[in-house]
T-cell receptor, first 115, second 115 residues
């Protein structure tokens, strides 16, 4: 496995503001993903973070709302822009490690509450 | 289309009882992967097991065992002699080529183990 850290671990934000979440991995990574988990729900894939190029977004998610950067192989950021209470969720990054069989390992998550 | 169904929303057992969590999947791919994750109250997703479609051997790891049956498209998870620390939400996930190996998560089963 790998050590995956996320910052911040939790935050309470005001409506209309933006929050940037960081994800750092200590191992060689082939792919990085960002997920959202709304309260009491399953995980929904937001996008695949591509190194050095624009992220690949899933249906229902757009770059203006969730800009993602991945400047190198082991680091990525997700910004939640112009937040509303509906954005209150856990945001998780996950990685697929080099040499793995397709399993993903998840970071500890960022608990976001929007007032 | 690919789909994962976890029909059990919540299960409660008394400590030391055995419990089985059901997972039924749908895919037309012949090559695919199945996973189980544990999400304790702290929120992080813990990887438990990966099974690929060509390996139907059942697996046992301590008190945990998994039964993979292609004939019924099921990948069930049994905890023997459950403990309070097993209390968590458990997710089953599917990953297949036609979905570019992205995860399709089930809705999760909340397990409560009572002392």
């Amino acid at each position: 496995s790998a050590v995956i850290s996320q910052k911040p671990s939790r935050d309470i934000c005001q409506r209309g503001t933006s929050l940037t979440i960081q994800c750092q991995v200590d191992s060689q990574v082939t792919m990085m993903f960002w997920y959202r988990q709304q309260p009491g729900q399953s995980l929904t894939l937001i996008a695949t973070a591509n190194q050095g190029s624009e992220a690949t977004y899933e249906s229902g998610f757009v770059i203006d709302k969730f800009p993602i950067s991945r400047p190198n192989l082991t680091f990525s950021t997700l910004t939640v822009s112009n937040m509303s209470p509906e954005d209150s969720s856990i945001y998780l990054c996950s990685v697929r490690l080099a040499g793995s069989y397709n399993e993903q390992f998840f970071g500890p998550g960022t608990r976001l509450t929007v007032l | 289309a690919q789909k994962v169904t976890q029909a059990q929303t919540e299960i409660s057992v008394v400590e030391k009882e055995d419990v089985t969590l059901d997972c039924v999947y749908e895919t037309r791919d012949t090559t695919y992967y199945l996973f189980w994750y544990k999400q304790p109250p702290s929120g992080e997703l813990v990887f438990l097991i990966r099974r690929n479609s060509f390996d139907e051997q059942n697996e046992i790891s301590g008190r945990y065992s998994w039964n993979f049956q292609k004939s019924t498209s099921s990948f069930n998870f049994t905890i023997t002699a459950s403990q309070v620390v097993d209390s968590a939400v458990y997710f089953c996930a599917l990953s297949a080529l036609s979905g570019t190996y992205k995860y399709i998560f089930g809705t999760g089963t909340r397990l409560k183990v009572l002392a």
